[in-house]
């Protein structure tokens, strides 16, 4: 079974700063997505970047980067230029790839999350 | 597009009573997840269904709770009797499918349940 562990439960961080979060996931599959969700007070989780396993280069998406190290199954998150509007709980996911087959779970397996704040 | 839609938002019930969350999910998704996510952690997969039919249960407490996928469009989860351990964030999420190039989740804004 795959696990994803993020080790940081709260981080801060300062307006327009850069804040990076870490999670590291096990898993003997070799193709598979990891995915990054924000959750605000709301409850909604929120996709905030994805990468998928074969694909090399790191995803960004605006002020959203990540450092995907796939040998040593490590999957970090950097905000640039970091808005009040990010504060919220961060969480790491893993899912599988679709199997040939069709069949199968695609369910996202999460970590526990990093509280992410924001200092003005 | 609309969103997933869940209700209630909220729902406090005593221990030993039953439940129900209701799941709208967006149109056209064949795909439909239920995850529990309890305090201080991440959200946790009970049931995934393909269209009306399931395709993982196996965390799914089967002795106390039960859901459905009536003609493959909204669902239902249901908690009989509850304890005071199901107390969590009950979220929601659908996808299109299989499809590789469409793999995304959209998650409901959840309920969140208090059993006292």
């Known amino acids: 079974a795959q696990t994803v562990t993020q080790s940081q439960p709260e981080m801060s961080v300062q307006e327009a700063e850069t804040v990076t979060l870490s999670c590291t996931y096990d898993t003997s599959e070799s193709d598979y997505y990891l995915f990054w969700y924000k959750q605000p007070p709301s409850r909604q989780m929120i996709l905030v970047i994805r990468q998928e396993a074969y694909k090399q280069q790191n995803a960004t998406e605006n002020r959203f980067s990540v450092n995907f190290q796939k040998a040593a199954k490590s999957f970090s998150l950097k905000i640039s230029d970091s808005q009040l509007g990010d504060a919220a709980m961060y969480f790491c996911?893993?899912?599988?790839?679709?199997?040939?087959?069709?069949?199968?779970?695609?369910?996202?397996?999460f970590g526990k999350g990093t509280k992410l704040s924001v200092i003005p | 597009e609309a969103g997933v839609a869940q209700s209630p938002r909220y729902k406090i019930i005593e221990k030993r009573q039953s439940v129900a969350f209701w799941c709208n999910p967006i149109?056209?998704?064949?795909?439909l997840y239920w995850y529990q996510q309890i305090l201080g952690q991440g959200p946790k997969l009970l049931i995934q269904?393909?269209?009306?039919?399931?395709?993982?249960d196996s965390q799914l407490p089967k002795d106390r709770f039960s859901a459905e996928r009536l003609k493959g469009v909204d669902s239902t989860l249901k908690i009989q009797p509850a304890k005071l351990e199901d107390s969590a964030v009950y979220l929601c999420a659908s996808s299109l499918g299989r499809d590789r190039s469409r793999y995304g989740y959209t998650f409901g804004s959840g309920t969140r349940l208090t059993v006292v």
């Open positions: 149109s056209g998704h064949a795909t």
């Open positions: 996911a893993y899912r599988s790839a679709e199997r040939e087959s069709g069949a199968g779970s695609y369910q996202l397996t």
């Open positions: 269904f393909q269209n009306n039919g399931v395709v993982d």
